[in-house]
């Protein structure tokens, strides 16, 4: 079917506003009074219902249970990722308008704009995947379009062990250090499994306690029978209805959490955060982006200065409220592991600073210097 044709019909279902249902598609293709086979017009349809109410071409890619990510940089660079680092696809586009078209609709699906005035876009999808979006000229080229998947339900820790994240017998520390309530931040570089791991460990959490989850965006699915989800949420056009996650963390405090989770732990939410860790909120955790467990501290401490804490204020909070941190990698194949766990400790100067308790080996976690006293505030568990 020739491309003017497709535009033709395209302009037609988009001026009626209905539904794309494949009759309408199908009935619009007729109406452009062409005839065509019954091979071509279920080709048209589909590639034209595809591109009005999927994911268009990446529908496919999307459909992968193996696929977590899916990366547009131009029409004919479609990338995925299936846990072994990027792999281009043979998936095109006809041209950039159509990448164009479809960063758009799925913007308005997630209800936000996407246009010259404001020209990226940052949403989650009904569906819970996470979409990001920016256009030419901002996008030199291409529209630039990044789809992260989020699995329906977290991973078992069984599941972690065979897919190599955890060492072999590597869940009972981490059961140990949920059963002890120790507060931890899982750390690691852009999507080295932060989340998904936090989701995981929260379904290790007893029965019996109450988690109160504060996200930005609703990515946690922990299994648990006690969750409350609160959402940040963006300013509407006339700037109003901001709703920070550090309001969040203000609103979980009144909520008795016997957990607070937050889940991306990246601005001035840090000082509530650490505020509540040391008044009494045993067993919070979250995640933070940080490239090796010993820059979590530094890292903290910039999120905190910028917003308005002091440095020796900052650290002596840390080291009352924060006991572990989980480190994420991926290594050179792109597996992603579990690669350390570290302890938090405070050096002769009243520096909080981390230390290696436990690192990942084949055979098992390997036991490094802090872990006599990872071990001890476990209550000598494991
Ligand atoms: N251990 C794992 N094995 C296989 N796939 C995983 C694993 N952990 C996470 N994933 C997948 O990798 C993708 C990224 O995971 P996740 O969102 O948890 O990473 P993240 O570190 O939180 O990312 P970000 O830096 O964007 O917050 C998801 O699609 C997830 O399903
Ligand atoms: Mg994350």
Redesign the pocket.
């Known amino acids: 079917m020739s491309a003017g044709l497709l535009d033709a019909v395209r302009q037609r279902l988009a001026e009626s506003g209905a539904e794309p249902t494949p009759a309408r598609v199908a009935a619009a293709l007729r109406a452009q009074g062409r005839l065509l086979g019954d091979a071509e017009v279920l080709g048209g349809t589909e590639s034209l219902r595809c591109e009005l109410v999927g994911t268009g071409p990446l529908e496919p890619l999307l459909a992968d249970p193996a696929v977590?990510?899916v990366l547009v940089s131009a029409p004919d660079r479609v990338w995925v990722d299936r846990?072994r680092g990027l792999e281009l696809t043979d998936v095109t586009f006809t041209d950039a308008a159509s990448v164009r078209r479809l960063a758009q609709r799925l913007a308005a699906v997630a209800e936000r704009r996407l246009d010259d005035a404001r020209p990226w876009v940052d949403a989650r999808l009904p569906d819970g995947t996470r979409m990001h979006a920016v256009i030419p000229p901002v996008a030199v080229g291409s529209t630039c379009l990044s789809l992260?998947?989020?699995?329906p339900r977290a991973?078992s820790m069984d599941e972690?062990i065979d897919?190599g994240?955890l060492p072999p017998g590597g869940d009972r520390v981490l059961r140990a250090l949920i059963e002890a309530r120790l507060s931890f931040l899982i750390s690691?570089?852009?999507?080295?499994?932060?989340?998904?791991?936090l989701s995981s460990l929260l379904g290790l959490v007893g029965d019996r306690e109450r988690l109160v989850l504060a996200e930005d965006s609703g990515?946690l699915r922990p299994e648990h029978p006690h969750v409350v989800r609160l959402e940040s949420r963006t300013a509407n056009q006339e700037g109003a209805g901001l709703v920070t996650l550090r309001d969040l963390v203000r609103q979980a405090l009144r909520m008795r959490p016997d957990r607070l989770v937050v889940g991306?732990v990246r601005g001035p939410e840090v000082t509530e955060l650490l505020a509540a860790l040391n008044t009494g909120h045993e067993g919070g955790c979250g995640?933070v982006?940080a490239n090796a467990a010993s820059d979590v501290p530094a890292r903290l401490e910039a999120l905190g200065t910028s917003a308005g804490l002091d440095r020796a204020a900052l650290h002596s909070q840390l080291a009352a409220a924060l006991s572990v941190v989980i480190h994420?990698a991926r290594d050179r194949t792109g597996h992603?592991r579990l690669a350390e766990v570290h302890v938090l400790e405070r050096d002769a100067g009243g520096f909080v600073k981390t230390v290696p308790a436990l690192r990942w080996h084949s055979t098992g976690f390997a036991l490094e210097r802090g872990w006599p006293l990872l071990r001890s505030r476990m209550g000598g568990a494991t």
């Open positions: 977590t990510d846990g992260r998947v989020v699995r991973f972690l897919a994240t690691g570089g852009t999507g080295t499994g932060k989340t998904t791991l990515e991306e995640t982006h994420l992603r």
